[in-house]
């Protein structure tokens, strides 16, 4: 157990109270392998029991511990071994999958639940293309199921048959949603060097190499981290850094107990605490004004990429220190429309899409929640996504893509989600062509670096 003192507790409250320090999820991971079959009804059966037995009480457990401990836990969800795989053994139609996880969602109550997903990094096995090409129709026929493609890896290269493909699925997504916002893409990452750990959505999924069944905890502070730099305005960089540091490994203490909590009362092994600074619209609770409190004019000018590399490392630092297992993506997200000091600095134009790719290469995740006009081509998505991972494939990191065509919209408007999702501006993309790259398929190859045996 974690030995708290009563001045940290006195700390803990004030950063839950006045801060928006929150647990942002419980992610139960549940593996499906044992309910392949080779027939789909079958199947579907018994992926729909196993999900309804064991996460029965996850719903219940962390509203308990919620409740005991005044520490907010904002999604309780559920993250599953890749549907490519159990697709692979059943064939037929994969969205019965998806409407069997909808289901089994709705049952225990999970906000949402992760792994209608393929790994594809270096090619499509059976199943793989079948349930890619079935998302546009599962994610606007459910609510609460989230999608993910892995399509390059460090040690594998890019998949540039998987980033033609996905530039399609993309744009019809969006176009299937049109009249929601184009909700579907907002439900669909694409990954380069996916992690199985990862308890945030919309990319989580339970990894081959997982536990039958495991708790992994996120937890997020933007606004205790900014709230602990304005006492410090005059302060030198690495005081900065070393404040961070200090503050993230308070933040992820809270994460342990309530990860330790969970496993304990849900009899499940605790796995990792994901201590990502995901930021949310509410005022102080922005990522970028973390970033403008260490003295940028806005997110966006010179200098952003700087301070978010420092952010980014001293949060892993902090946080490695304070659990016996930190996983997960562990860093600092920068969604667009979920980030109100991100939101005001693409209204702005000081933030771009090719600030925000610069500031990938530093971050915990990638280009997330970005929305573009209704009218950018599936090829430039494309390319969009193979310089992002590009980036991720090149540094040895996750780097992602959500991004969302805003179905009969320009740069202006906005794509309105409410609660966690937020408000996405639409940003100006550029429309030169990659269409010729984009056909011309195949691998490309992994980086040197990948030779590491």
């Known amino acids: ?125 059976a199943g793989d293309e079948a349930l890619i090409r079935s998302i546009p129709e599962a994610l606007t026929v459910t609510d609460h199921v989230c999608s993910s493609v892995n399509i390059g890896s460090t040690k594998a290269g890019i998949n540039m048959d998987a980033v033609a493909l996905m530039g399609q699925i993309i744009r019809e997504c969006a176009e299937k ?54 006492k410090i305005p005059d302060a030198n960089i690495t005081e900065v850094a070393k404040l961070v540091k200090n503050t993230a490994f308070k933040i992820t203490r809270v994460g342990q107990l309530v990860a330790n909590e969970a496993s304990r009362r849900l009899d499940v092994p605790f796995g990792i605490v994901d201590l990502s600074l995901a930021p949310t619209p509410a005022v102080g609770d922005s990522v970028a004004h973390v970033l403008e409190e260490m003295g940028l004019e806005q997110c966006g000018c010179a200098g952003t990429t700087a301070c978010l590399a420092l952010l980014n490392d001293a949060v892993k630092k902090g946080g490695v220190m304070a659990s016996s297992h930190v996983g997960g993506l562990s860093g600092a997200f920068i969604p667009v429309s979920e980030d109100a000091g991100m939101i005001d600095a693409a209204k702005s134009g000081c933030l771009t899409i090719e600030k925000l790719e610069a500031m990938t290469a530093v971050c915990s995740v990638g280009l997330d929640m970005i929305a573009v006009p209704g009218d950018t081509t599936a090829e430039v998505l494309s390319g969009i996504i193979a310089d992002e991972a590009a980036i991720g494939m090149v540094n040895s990191k996750t780097t992602a893509v959500r991004i969302i065509p805003a179905i009969g919209k320009k740069p202006g408007e906005e794509l309105e989600y409410g609660g966690l999702f937020g408000s996405a501006p639409i940003m100006p993309v550029n429309t030169a062509s990659p269409a010729k790259l984009i056909a011309r398929g195949g691998r490309i190859p992994a980086p040197l670096q990948s030779l590491k045996n």
């Open 177 to 230: 949603t049109a009249d929601r916002e184009c909700v579907a893409a907002s439900k669909l990452v694409v990954f380069c060097n996916a992690v199985e750990d990862n308890p945030f959505m919309a990319g989580a999924f339970h990894g081959a190499g997982e536990p039958d069944c495991v708790i992994n905890v996120g937890v997020s502070g933007p606004g205790v981290v900014r709230h602990a730099l304005k």
């Open 1 to 125: 157990m974690i030995d708290l003192n009563m001045a940290d507790i006195l700390e803990t409250i004030h950063m839950i109270d006045e801060e928006n320090l929150d647990i942002r999820t419980i992610t139960m991971g549940i593996s499906l392998l044992d309910c392949a079959d080779s027939d789909i009804d079958r199947a579907c059966d018994r992926i729909y029991e196993k999900i309804v037995r064991k996460a029965a009480n996850l719903v219940r457990t962390g509203e308990d511990i919620e409740r005991e401990y005044g520490i907010p836990i904002i999604n309780k969800r559920i993250s599953v071994t890749p549907i490519s795989m159990i697709l692979a053994a059943s064939g037929g139609d994969p969205v019965k999958y998806a409407l069997t996880l909808e289901r089994a969602a709705k049952e225990v109550g999970a906000n949402y639940l992760g792994g209608y997903s393929a790994l594809v990094q270096k090619g499509f096995a």
